[in-house]
């Protein structure tokens, strides 16, 4: 459940910074194409551009114990939070989607309450080191990851992102085997999906078989034209850890204090109150469609205009009172 609140806090952080710092944007929740990184889908304009950014968000209570190791990033096991190979295979679907075709898909974003358990000899260095397992199936593997530096308006509140290091270390060829396993795995699911879809006569059906057979076909490509490792720099170009981000709690504080910038301190608790029932409802919904910049502005601006009506009745009854 708590899995869930971070995800709903977390989108309501982006749609009233985006709101605050985007002329244009949709926000999108649950979108099936997303695959893994379902959580939370931005599509923005820059200059010209249609832009995507894809996050998945993880939360943990025991955020002051629990940490990403080697083992979390290298598991096999597909219920893994942050194996990497299962987020390889959705950013491969995803590049070979048509309904992002349209876009540049900038990153992908893993976003964490918990920080990466690193090699404290590197901890004041630009690129850090996992800590070293010295037993164990992952036992002296090294895993680098470099501090983003860039600023980020959706991520300014603490914690840190970091990008893969690969250049600096063998990290392509400590994932390959098990990426690759990944998508030979993948090719046969899709070849099971293809043979239930390919008889049914509705359009959904027939939407999807056309994609699965699109992503069958450009993996095993990719694969037969030794494309695999490009492949893999071009994922971990675009894969985001964010971690160490503020819980649930803390987030939550966040959105009323901005909030709080707009509204007075007195009417705050009641906007946030209201914001979150209007994301609840847009959780809800059948069908559930994107939201956009025009929606988040014109939910704030019936809060002001219910606050000042409140206000307006309080100083006339204040005034000619009954």
């Known amino acids: 459940m708590h899995g869930n609140i971070y995800q ?174 990944a998508v030979e795995e993948a090719m046969e699911e899709l070849e099971e999906e293809i043979k239930k879809l390919q008889n049914k006569p509705d359009q959904n059906s027939k939407r999807k078989l056309e994609r699965n057979q699109t992503w069958q076909r450009e993996f095993g490509r990719m694969m037969n034209e030794g494309r695999l490792e490009d492949n893999i720099k071009e994922f971990f170009d675009k894969l985001v850890f964010a971690v160490n981000q503020p819980n649930e709690i803390k987030l939550a504080d966040i959105i009323k204090s901005e909030l709080g910038e707009q509204f007075n301190d007195i009417d705050r608790q009641n906007v946030y109150a209201r914001f979150q029932e209007k994301m609840l409802d847009w959780l809800k919904e059948k069908g559930r469609r994107f939201l956009t910049h025009e929606d988040g502005r014109e939910f704030f601006r019936k809060m002001k205009e219910e606050i000042l009506e409140v206000v307006r009745k309080l100083v006339n009854s204040s005034i000619f009172p009954l």
Request: aromatic share 12%; with cysteine.
């Open 8 to 181: 709903l806090k977390v989108l309501m952080l982006f749609l009233h910074r985006g709101v605050l710092y985007q002329h244009s944007f949709r926000l999108g929740t649950e979108i099936e194409e997303a695959r893994k990184f379902d959580d939370l889908v931005f599509e923005c304009t820059q200059g010209s551009k249609k832009v995507y950014r894809f996050l998945q968000a993880k939360h943990t209570q025991d955020e002051d114990n629990k940490k990403i190791g080697v083992g979390n990033l290298l598991t096999k096991d597909k219920s893994g939070e942050f194996g990497l190979a299962k987020y390889f295979v959705s950013y491969l679907k995803i590049k070979n989607n048509q309904d992002f075709a349209d876009g540049n898909l900038k990153d992908f974003i893993i976003c964490t309450n918990i920080d990466f358990d690193l090699d404290q000899s590197t901890a004041r260095n630009t690129v850090k080191k996992l800590r070293v397992k010295t037993l164990g199936p992952n036992e002296e593997i090294e895993i680098l990851v470099e501090v983003i530096d860039t600023s980020d308006v959706f991520f300014k509140d603490g914690g840190t992102r970091y990008k893969f290091s690969y250049i600096h270390n063998n990290m392509i060829s400590v994932v390959q085997p098990a990426f690759e396993s």
